[in-house]
Every structure is written in C-alpha cells, then in structure tokens.
C-alpha cells in the first residue's frame, strides 16, 4: 500500500520516503512533511515495511525486520515505482527508513538520496558509527539533522569522513524529529517547513543539473 502526495502543479521531481523504526508511514512527521513537499512540487510516495504492515493489520508491536529484509523491500518497492512513474525518481526516509536507502542509493542507481534525521549512531553509542558506506557513496544525498540529535549531534557528525556527494542541513537546536529547543526561538513547525524547503530546493537543483 501507498499513500502518495501529489501537488498541484507538475512535479519537479518523485520521492520515496521510508518511515522510521517505531513511527508509520502516515504519522505526523511523516504526514506533515509529505504534505509540505507536495506544496513545495514535490510528489511524494510512502510505503511500510512489513513488520509495520503486519502491526497495520493486528495492531501487535514488532521491533523491525532484519536488515537483510528491509533492503529487499526497499528494493522490490523501488523497481515497482519505477516502472509506474518515469521521470526523477529520489529516494530516503525518516530516520532508519533512510539509512537503508543509503544502502541502496547507488546500487538502484538513484536520482538522489534524502535523508531526514539520519541514525548515525545508536543512541548512547557515537564511538561506534554507522557510517562507512557513507564515505564512498556516489548518490547526490542531503541529509536533514536536528543540532541537538541523540543519534548524530553536530559535533559528532562533524567529525566524521563523509562522501563529497553528501550535503548536510543543520536545524538549530533540533532533535531527532526537528523539535527545537524552546529558548531558541524556532517553533516546530519553522523548523518542518524549513527542512522541506531544503530538501525541496535539493532536488530541484539535482534534477535541473541533469537536465
């Protein structure tokens, strides 16, 4: 199942977004950035792993499918888009859903990668990152991140050898789901449009570039 965000106009480009580790496809982050890409021309196609699917159906809790799994599903959902809606064709996700489409970015051959707060590390475990894929990776990526996230701070992330392909989006005193600080005068929503207006203006150049 899909659930798609069209926009009015022609859109600049198509976005597979895959959700996170505990939250679905239609939950407020994922519904409110679908639906703010959409007004910015972007159309947006999200889906469930089946371990999501499965609680879909019974309402059970599962914890996600193994690695090996996810990346199936990613990539059976991938070739199955692909053939429906020609065109720029991006990939990403919230969280997990996006660090295993950084697995695949450049294997499906990806117009471009989106990532939004992507899970460096576990949280409690920066000194052991999940980041050598990312040194090499050849897809133009964005990567939208919280200053603040327990899962790739800042500082942390900063230190870390990531590929020229990457470009990286800081939000001011955000979390892992782009909440800021009150004292820092953001609201949430501010920081929502300005994630999407970023990765908005990403794509757009990436698929004027190929032009």
Same mark, same amino acid.
């Given at each position: 199942?899909? /659930?798609?965000?069209? $926009?009015?106009?022609?859109? +600049?480009?198509?976005?597979?977004?895959?959700?996170?580790? &505990?939250?679905?496809?239609?939950?407020?982050?994922?519904?409110?950035?679908?639906?703010?890409?959409?007004?910015?021309?972007?159309? +947006?196609? @999200?889906?469930?792993? $089946?371990?999501?699917?499965?609680?879909?159906?019974?309402?059970?809790?599962?914890? $996600? %499918?193994?690695? %090996?799994? =996810?990346?199936d599903?990613?990539?059976? !959902?991938?070739?199955?888009? @692909?053939?429906?809606?020609?065109?720029? =064709?991006?990939? &990403?996700?919230?969280?997990?859903? &996006?660090?295993?489409?950084?697995?695949l970015a450049?294997? /499906?051959?990806?117009?471009? *990668? +989106?990532?939004?707060?992507?899970?460096? #590390?576990?949280?409690?475990?920066?000194?052991? $990152?999940? !980041?050598?894929?990312?040194?090499?990776? *050849?897809?133009?990526? =964005?990567?939208?991140?919280g200053?603040?996230?327990?899962?790739?701070?800042?500082?942390?992330?900063?230190?870390?050898?990531?590929?020229?392909?990457?470009?990286? #989006?800081? *939000?001011?005193?955000?979390?892992?789901?782009?909440?800021?600080?009150?004292?820092?005068?953001?609201? #949430?929503?501010? #920081?929502?449009?300005t994630?999407?207006?970023? +990765?908005?203006?990403? /794509?757009? %150049?990436?698929?004027? %570039? @190929?032009?």
């Open positions: 199942m899909f /659930l798609e965000n069209s $926009p009015k106009n022609q859109p +600049v480009a198509t976005l597979m977004l895959a959700h996170g580790a &505990g939250a679905a496809m239609d939950s407020g982050f994922m519904q409110t950035m679908a639906a703010n890409l959409a007004q910015r021309d972007i159309r +947006v196609l @999200r889906f469930e792993f $089946p371990y999501m699917a499965a609680r879909r159906d019974d309402g059970i809790r599962r914890p $996600p %499918n193994p690695r %090996n799994l =996810l990346l599903c990613w990539k059976q !959902v991938y070739h199955q888009v @692909r053939s429906s809606y020609p065109g720029f =064709l991006a990939i &990403g996700g919230k969280s997990m859903g &996006g660090r295993m489409a950084s697995m450049d294997e /499906l051959a990806a117009d471009a *990668l +989106v990532c939004l707060g992507y899970p460096f #590390h576990a949280i409690g475990k920066a000194d052991t $990152p999940r !980041v050598a894929h990312l040194s090499g990776l *050849l897809t133009p990526t =964005l990567i939208v991140q200053e603040r996230d327990p899962m790739g701070k800042r500082q942390t992330v900063e230190g870390y050898r990531l590929s020229s392909a990457i470009q990286m #989006h800081w *939000l001011e005193a955000a979390d892992h789901d782009f909440k800021p600080l009150k004292r820092s005068g953001f609201t #949430h929503e501010q #920081h929502m449009q994630a999407a207006d970023a +990765v908005a203006g990403f /794509l757009r %150049n990436v698929a004027n %570039n @190929r032009m």
